[in-house]
Nanobody, 124 residues
């Protein structure tokens, strides 16, 4: 069982930056692939970014490529999402997810464990 706790959300103006963190419990964090998803009001949960267990491979949604960076610190059991050049359309609840296969997935069913989410609001 893995528990995930997101933090770092908030209100920011367009063009600003935020860094989300996701702290994981358990001793096997370093073997899990990690992902970030988001859900905007009235929309389905969508993929944002993912990183392999080692951190060597990452993948991004086209909508955030070049603006967001996913990273992980296995010594701290934490995954990060650095978000730059934020736009109003990035407003959503952001969720951290983990999968013990260690393989990157871009789909919701590809992850076993989910955090409770953190709100990001970008004002224009």
């Amino acid at each position: 069982q893995v528990q995930l706790v997101e933090s770092g959300g908030g209100l920011v103006q367009a063009g600003g930056s935020l860094r989300l963190s996701c702290a994981a419990s358990g001793r096997t964090f370093s073997s899990y692939a990690m992902g970030w998803f988001r859900r905007a009001p009235g929309k389905e949960r969508e993929f944002v970014a993912a990183i392999s267990y080692s951190g060597r491979n990452s993948y991004y949604a086209d909508s955030v490529k070049g603006r967001f960076t996913i990273s992980r610190d296995n010594a701290k059991n934490t995954v990060y999402l650095q978000m730059n050049s934020l736009k109003p359309e990035d407003t959503a609840v952001y969720y951290c997810a983990a999968d013990r296969s260690g393989v990157i997935s871009v789909t919701v069913p590809g992850y076993e464990y989910w955090g409770q989410g953190t709100q990001v609001t970008v004002s224009s």
